[in-house]
């Protein structure tokens, strides 16, 4: 009886071993994948932190960078989202909501996403790099001399 049993566990751990190093693997071969590194990473986030800030703008929350920090959005990863919102035309810059010619989600989701296609097929993502906002952290984060 508890020599099936642990046969039996014996088998499960060797089994899941074998399993993990096949994933391991794979993982492995996905990190070497353009899309999934460097500049194609960034697009990728960018598009799904794009989409959530979309919902969050549908849902009626707020938009701006404080905002997305408190739903737990990262500042980095919130400029790079905007910076693809304001490429796909979807964010007014002078209002910095969404512009009027969005009227429901679907079709400010579609823009978005062809902008993204459209950037990884070129494998530029310069309209995102010019758009990115630039601010100064204040406090010893930015550098300054505190004599």
Do not use: F
């Not at 014996?10 to 990190?31: G, Q, S």
């Not at 929350?61 to 404080?66: P, Q």
Request: include cysteine; aromatic fraction near 6%; hydrophobic fraction near 45%.
């Amino acid at each position: 009886m508890i020599d099936d049993a642990l046969e039996r566990a014996t088998r499960l751990v060797a089994r899941m071993a074998a399993e993990n190093r096949l994933l391991r693997a794979e993982n492995r071969k996905l990190r070497r994948l353009a899309i999934n590194r460097g500049r194609g990473r960034t697009l990728s986030y960018a598009l799904a932190d794009a989409r959530a800030m979309l919902t969050w703008r549908w849902s009626g929350l707020s938009i701006s960078r404080r905002a997305c920090e408190s739903y737990g959005m990262p500042a980095r990863r919130w400029e790079w989202a905007r910076a693809l919102l304001l490429a796909a035309r979807v964010l007014d810059v002078a209002t910095n909501d969404v512009a009027s010619g969005y009227d429901d989600i679907d079709h400010a989701v579609a823009a978005i996403e062809r902008t993204a296609e459209r950037m990884a097929q070129a494998g530029d993502i310069s309209g995102l790099l010019m758009r990115r906002r630039r601010y100064v952290a204040s406090g010893a984060a930015s550098g300054a001399a505190s004599d």
